[in-house]
Nanobody, 116 residues
Framework: QVHLVESGGGSVQAGGSLRLSCAAS?????WGWFRQVPGKEREGVAV??????EYADSVKGRFTLSQDNAKETLYLQMVSLKPEDTAMYYC??????????????WGQGTQVTVSS
């Protein structure tokens, strides 16, 4: 069982930056970030597993995934934010790929709101 706690969400203007953090109870072998807006499916943003890092096309060049194994924390640095990045962002662990179905553990989410 992996317990995940997200933080770092907030409200910013377009072009701004935020850094999300995901603290894990144990350092997962695979974890990443997903996001969801009401009425839409949860979509993968950035994930890392077995040495592979994947980004959604919509965030490539703007979002960067990093981790601190000593702190068992995963980060998502987001720059050049756009209004369409507005969503609830979830940390996930124990899966693979940008599809949400294979992922077993989920945090409660942190809201990101980008205003134009």
């Amino acid at each position: 069982q992996v317990h995940l706690v997200e933080s770092g969400g907030g409200s910013v203007q377009a072009g701004g930056s935020l850094r999300l953090s995901c603290a894990a109870s144990v350092s997962p072998y695979a974890w990443g970030w997903f996001r969801q807006v009401p009425g839409k499916e949860r979509e993968g943003v950035a994930v890392t597993y077995i040495g592979i890092t994947e980004y959604a096309d919509s965030v490539k060049g703007r979002f960067t995934l990093s981790q601190d194994n000593a702190k068992e924390t995963l980060y998502l640095q987001m720059v050049s934010l756009k209004p369409e990045d507005t969503a609830m962002y979830y940390c996930a662990a124990g899966g693979y790929g940008l599809n949400s179905e294979p992922w077993n553990y989920w945090g409660q989410g942190t809201q990101v709101t980008v205003s134009s």
